[in-house]
């Protein structure tokens, strides 16, 4: 029988069998899989799915659709540790990338991406939910940051050997979906047998919540699922597309804009810790604005590969300030919160980006220009939300709005 740890006895265990050493393990394997798909699907869809701009907006809306429907966590915790479905959700997202080379038709493709999506986004919800849990918020920002780092180095290691032995061993998309996906399996079950079950501190309310005290932080979290969809699926299409990239330079870029996140990100928590969530978001919606204006001159102006692909890595960037939303939930929510609010926030943050990338995919066919300016505008939507985010978040301080009120008021 799987022993059952509290995380305050954590610390008499050895190093590699605690809580945050499985948060790390978990963080730098996921990328194994998920970054690899992530590396060969655009090429894949063009060059072995004949896809075009439509295709390839219901490609993503169909991969976006396990995000809306994460809010099923919820009811999965019920019979299911949250450690287990990390972990298993893992595995599944591991067996589904092994097979997608298999699949070369438009209903193939949609199903494996599917289940590698649900497998995902099942396990980015349940292991926010954890790392909130898990982290001392004082120590959060800095380990978020490193997690984040580690995560982004194997994300190098997978397009270095994407890059690196793609022409020289004439790399198939099977065999590296296959290899990735299947590493990634293998590791996931080993966490499942190896590590204990670590109990949280604060036991976990396991039904729908919806707070009206977190109404900020709901909208924030839908903002961010709509602006998203335009890096996931139009920053590397348009690469592709326009500029004609194949698959070494396009993974050649995802390479270069990973090193200089796993250098960053670290950074990016002391900065959250240092200058707090109001600032950092503000700042990370007010450079997205800019970054999406300058995408769409690319079209407007004909501006060449050079400016698209440092925009390419300032947006990454951005998008990595994005830790200090989980931060600032941590500090305005209360403890027993924490799971089901992941996965509802989960669900809304994918309501937009279940319809945009079907929707944006036919808008592309008309004027790519039009996506960016439309992106544009949901960034600085954040950010005028983000300006009502106080200076001391905390339950009853949760907005700039808020009125003294008990800390567990509705």
């Not at 036919?362 to 544009?376: D, G, H, I, K, T």
Request: aromatic content about 14%; glycine content about 8%; hydrophobic content about 55%.
């Amino acid at each position: 029988m799987t022993r059952i740890v509290p995380i305050a006895a954590a610390e008499s265990l050895p190093r590699w069998r605690r809580p945050v050493t499985l948060l790390f393990v978990m963080a730098f394997t996921m990328p194994i899989a998920f970054y690899s798909w992530y590396a060969l699907i655009t090429n894949f869809v063009v060059e072995v799915g004949g896809f075009n701009g439509a295709d390839n907006g219901l490609l993503h809306t169909v991969r976006e659709i396990p995000g809306f429907l994460a809010i099923g966590v919820i009811a999965i915790i019920i019979f299911v540790r949250e450690q287990v479905l990390a972990l298993s959700s893992l595995m599944l997202l591991g067996l589904a990338t092994a097979f997608t080379g298999w699949f070369t038709d438009l209903g193939g493709i949609l199903l494996l991406t599917f289940l590698s999506s649900l497998g995902f986004h099942y396990y980015e919800t349940v292991n926010q939910s954890l790392q909130l849990q898990w982290l001392p918020k004082e120590r959060a920002p800095q380990m978020l940051g490193w997690i984040m780092s580690a995560a982004a180095a194997t994300t190098v290691v997978v397009y270095v050997l994407i890059v690196m032995l793609w022409d020289v061993l004439n790399l198939t998309y099977s065999v590296v979906f296959m290899t990735s996906g299947l590493i990634t399996t293998a590791i996931a079950a080993a966490c499942l047998m190896l590590f204990p079950q670590f109990e949280s501190p604060h036991p976990q309310l396991k039904k729908f919540i919806l707070r009206k005290r977190y109404w900020l932080y709901y909208a924030l979290q839908f903002m961010s699922g709509a602006r998203r969809q335009i890096f996931m699926v139009f920053a590397g299409f348009m690469m592709v597309e326009k500029f004609g990239f194949q698959v070494h330079e396009l993974t050649g870029l995802y390479l270069f804009n990973l090193v200089v996140n796993m250098c960053v990100a670290p950074f990016l928590g002391k900065i959250v810790g240092r200058y707090g969530e109001r600032r950092v978001l503000i700042g990370e919606y007010a450079g997205l604005v800019l970054v999406f204006l300058a995408y769409g001159g690319i079209y407007w102006f004909g501006w060449g590969v050079a400016l698209a692909a440092t925009l390419f890595v300032i947006d990454h960037i951005l998008f990595g300030l994005a830790l200090a939303l989980k931060t600032y939930f941590q500090k305005i929510a209360d403890p027993g919160d924490i799971a089901p609010t992941a996965a509802v926030a989960f669900t809304i943050n994918h309501i937009a980006a279940v319809v945009l990338p079907v929707v944006l995919g036919l808008l592309w066919m008309a004027s790519p220009s039009s996506v960016f300016a439309l992106a544009a505008g949901m960034a600085a939507t954040s950010l005028c939300l983000a300006l009502l985010i106080p200076r001391h978040p905390a339950p009853g301080n949760e907005t700039r709005l808020s009125v003294a009120v008990p800390a567990l008021a509705e």
